[in-house]
């Protein structure tokens, strides 16, 4: 068999074994932490103890922010976010987005209004969110899509002029830096964090939301305990939406080493740039000039007029070479079942990208040669992309033979 022919035209796999797409981050030594989780399990306060005060504290340090106040989920913190806004209002957000986003607006009785994101990035176009604010717009909600930072500036000089809150989903982006050099976190009413298993920096599971406003994150802590001050006099409908010690403690276990892993993550991704860099009809998301991604996923743009093949394609020709894939976000939103019914405009750029873009293996534990291999695969595809475009229209057929 050769090496130089996919497996698809009878070529050898360079990856005999198939690496995961994503992974949580390496851990320090963990001897230390197996010892603090026996003290929070012998001590008995599972829940709002010293951990979770600690890792508020440090994590609003590290992110240069007022206030961050550690819930159960992204989710949780984004419904909790919008609990305050007027109920049957609209939200104004991408769709080229996880699904939590509009499913937090939902949960709140809020309407999702889907905007469509730059022509260059994949962030929420500030043009298309301003054409799509009206008077029932409550919020908008830009999203740092694969870690990358939205223009956030933009959205919020959008935001003041309509008289709405800008509110931001930063679930992939800790570590991320703003163009003026400030670190994600800082920006809008509020930004909120995942620290889910596959995040750069995580606590088991759990989420971070930051603000410079004193009142919410005094409203969003009692928010987060069912809307109880204490008193058992709920102030509010809340949500139980802690975080728990035993994951406060692995998050703050983990913040020393963080910049380390990212800078570890970020050194593999320059490492696929460097490999495909010639590679004809390979687009890497574009990170604004000043600013740094997570690239919590490392998603391709295919070109198929250059590339030769088009993504879905590619992805049955990694899939036989053994490396992993995932079409972030295809369905975008608004195609999901659950969303068909929510009326939405043309959003040709973010229909473009779903259909092109694809989540090539990336987490901070990767081997040079893993990251080295996968390329050659994606390389070896290309230089015999009409081979393979045959041989999947081939198989195709056989497969649809084989139901009839």
Same mark, same amino acid.
């Given at each position: 068999?050769s090496?130089?022919?996919?497996?698809?035209?009878?070529?050898?796999?360079?990856?005999t074994?198939?690496?995961?797409?994503?992974?949580?981050?390496?851990l320090r030594e963990?001897?230390?932490?197996?010892?603090?989780?026996?003290d929070?399990?012998?001590?008995?306060? &599972?829940t709002?103890?010293g951990h979770?005060?600690?890792?508020?504290v440090?994590?609003?340090r590290?992110l240069?922010?007022?206030?961050?106040?550690a819930?159960?989920?992204?989710?949780s913190?984004l419904?909790?976010?919008?609990?305050?806004?007027?109920?049957?209002?609209?939200?104004?957000?991408p769709?080229f987005?996880f699904?939590?986003?509009a499913h937090?607006?939902?949960?709140?009785?809020?309407r999702?209004?889907?905007?469509?994101? $730059?022509s260059?990035?994949?962030? &929420?176009?500030a043009?298309?969110a301003?054409a799509?604010?009206d008077?029932?717009?409550?919020?908008i909600?830009g999203v740092?899509?694969?870690?990358?930072?939205?223009?956030a500036?933009?959205?919020a000089?959008?935001?003041?002029?309509?008289?709405?809150?800008?509110?931001l989903d930063?679930?992939?982006a800790?570590?991320?830096?703003?163009?003026?050099?400030?670190?994600?976190?800082?920006?809008g009413l509020?930004?909120?964090?995942s620290?889910?298993?596959?995040?750069?920096?995580?606590?088991g599971?759990?989420?971070?939301i930051?603000t410079?406003?004193?009142?919410?994150a005094r409203?969003?802590?009692? %928010?987060? $305990?069912?809307?109880n001050?204490?008193t058992?006099?709920?102030?509010f409908?809340?949500?139980?939406a802690?975080?728990?010690? &035993?994951?406060?403690a692995l998050?703050l276990?983990?913040?020393?080493?963080?910049?380390?892993?990212?800078?570890?993550?970020?050194? &593999?991704v320059?490492?696929?740039?460097?490999?495909?860099?010639?590679?004809?009809?390979?687009?890497f998301?574009r990170?604004?000039?000043?600013?740094t991604?997570?690239?919590?996923?490392?998603?391709?743009?295919?070109d198929?007029?250059r590339?030769?093949i088009?993504?879905?394609?590619?992805?049955?020709a990694?899939?036989?070479?053994?490396?992993?894939?995932?079409?972030?976000?295809d369905?975008?939103?608004?195609?999901?079942?659950?969303?068909r019914?929510v009326?939405?405009?043309?959003?040709?750029?973010?229909e473009?990208?779903?259909?092109?873009?694809?989540?090539?293996?990336l987490y901070s534990?990767?081997?040079?040669?893993v990251v080295?291999?996968i390329c050659?695969?994606?390389?070896?595809?290309?230089?015999?992309?009409?081979?393979?475009a045959?041989?999947?229209?081939?198989?195709?057929r056989?497969?649809? %033979?084989?139901h009839?």
């Amino acid at each position: 068999m050769s090496v130089k022919e996919p497996v698809l035209l009878g070529g050898r796999p360079l990856l005999t074994q198939t690496p995961p797409l994503a992974r949580p981050p390496l851990l320090r030594e963990h001897g230390d932490l197996l010892a603090v989780f026996g003290d929070i399990v012998a001590g008995g306060t &599972l829940t709002k103890g010293g951990h979770l005060a600690a890792l508020e504290v440090e994590l609003a340090r590290f992110l240069g922010v007022a206030h961050a106040v550690a819930v159960s989920s992204c989710t949780s913190g984004l419904m909790l976010l919008m609990r305050g806004l007027s109920p049957g209002g609209a939200v104004v957000m991408p769709s080229f987005t996880f699904m939590a986003s509009a499913h937090a607006a939902r949960w709140n009785g809020l309407r999702p209004v889907f905007a469509d994101i $730059e022509s260059g990035g994949f962030g &929420l176009s500030a043009s298309a969110a301003s054409a799509a604010v009206d008077d029932r717009t409550v919020a908008i909600l830009g999203v740092h899509v694969f870690g990358t930072p939205c223009d956030a500036d933009a959205l919020a000089e959008v935001a003041a002029a309509r008289g709405v809150p800008l509110l931001l989903d930063a679930a992939p982006a800790f570590g991320a830096v703003y163009p003026d050099g400030t670190r994600v976190g800082g920006k809008g009413l509020a930004e909120v964090f995942s620290l889910s298993p596959t995040k750069p920096f995580t606590a088991g599971e759990g989420g971070i939301i930051t603000t410079a406003n004193e009142d919410l994150a005094r409203e969003l802590r009692t %928010a987060r $305990e069912y809307g109880n001050p204490g008193t058992f006099d709920s102030l509010f409908v809340g949500l139980n939406a802690r975080m728990p010690e &035993l994951s406060a403690a692995l998050a703050l276990h983990q913040l020393p080493g963080f910049p380390d892993l990212l800078a570890r993550r970020l050194a &593999l991704v320059d490492r696929y740039r460097a490999a495909l860099a010639d590679v004809p009809g390979i687009e890497f998301p574009r990170v604004p000039p000043g600013a740094t991604s997570t690239h919590k996923d490392l998603s391709l743009t295919i070109d198929p007029a250059r590339f030769g093949i088009d993504r879905d394609t590619l992805v049955v020709a990694l899939r036989a070479e053994n490396v992993p894939t995932r079409n972030y976000f295809d369905p975008p939103v608004h195609r999901q079942t659950a969303y068909r019914q929510v009326a939405s405009g043309p959003l040709p750029n973010t229909e473009a990208r779903a259909a092109a873009v694809v989540a090539v293996p990336l987490y901070s534990g990767m081997t040079d040669d893993v990251v080295d291999r996968i390329c050659a695969v994606v390389r070896r595809i290309q230089a015999h992309a009409d081979g393979v475009a045959q041989a999947v229209r081939s198989t195709l057929r056989i497969r649809s %033979a084989e139901h009839v």
